[in-house]
């Protein structure tokens, strides 16, 4: 297994001050677009599983109305307003978890953080993406995004933390500005974001018949 390159941390480190300070002015922007279009509150926040499945809270701009049973405002393709939708479509949306890199909690590159209650749900296999940091983009995000099932998203994680260096990371991340700007992968097949993990079916283990040889 190889070993995360020494300089990763001042790498995303260094890289998300640098593109904070130059997004600034978008971030303000968006800002401004979700609290008129959403109103408060604008950041959307949420806790995650991090490094060796340690809760964290992820920060991202909002882009869903807040669950409204009487108005009929419950699932996601409901609550999704046409803003949210190119947020989500140009990634804007994503832009402050960069704080999130600058603090340690997440990696510019890396498995994506998902829900804290994935956890248990995970083959032992599967459990390895969370050897690594998760990634504000990642291996699974430049192959396909939503587009794939959630059993591809989980192997290319782990692809990733078995392959991981520099020369990766930076491949991913100029592999990513190309997606974003195509807008590839955003949803999953007929669902408005991606639907929830339920674990991977196991299959059943072959009965004494099926081991005895012929």
């Known amino acids: 297994m190889p070993r995360p390159a020494p300089g990763k941390r001042v790498f995303d480190a260094v890289l998300a001050a640098v593109l904070?300070?130059?997004v600034t002015p978008l971030l303000v922007v968006t800002a401004v677009l979700v609290m008129v279009g959403l109103g408060r509150p604008v950041l959307f926040r949420q806790c995650r599983a991090g490094l060796h499945g340690q809760p964290f809270e992820v920060i991202k701009f909002r882009t869903m109305r807040p669950p409204n049973q009487s108005r009929g405002l419950i699932g996601d393709g409901d609550r999704l307003t046409p803003l949210g939708r190119w947020l989500?479509?140009?990634s804007l949306d994503e832009l402050p978890t960069l704080w999130n890199v600058l603090r340690g909690d997440m990696s510019l590159v890396g498995p994506r953080p998902l829900l804290p209650e994935y956890l248990e749900r995970y083959s032992d296999s599967q459990a390895r993406r969370h050897e690594v940091r998760p990634g504000v983009t990642g291996l699974a995000q430049v192959r396909g995004r939503n587009s794939l099932s959630w059993e591809e998203k989980l192997d290319l994680d782990v692809q990733?933390?078995?392959s991981?260096?520099?020369r990766l990371d930076l491949s991913i991340l100029v592999s990513t500005a190309r997606t974003?700007?195509?807008?590839?992968?955003i949803n999953a097949a007929g669902s408005a974001t991606a639907p929830e993990f339920l674990g991977t079916p196991r299959r059943p283990a072959p009965s004494q018949r099926d081991r005895t040889p012929a």
């Open 164 to 166: 991981r260096n520099l």
């Open 88 to 90: 989500r479509a140009t």
């Open 20 to 22: 904070l300070v130059l």
């Open 180 to 185: 974003v700007l195509r807008r590839e992968g």
């Open 160 to 162: 990733y933390v078995d």
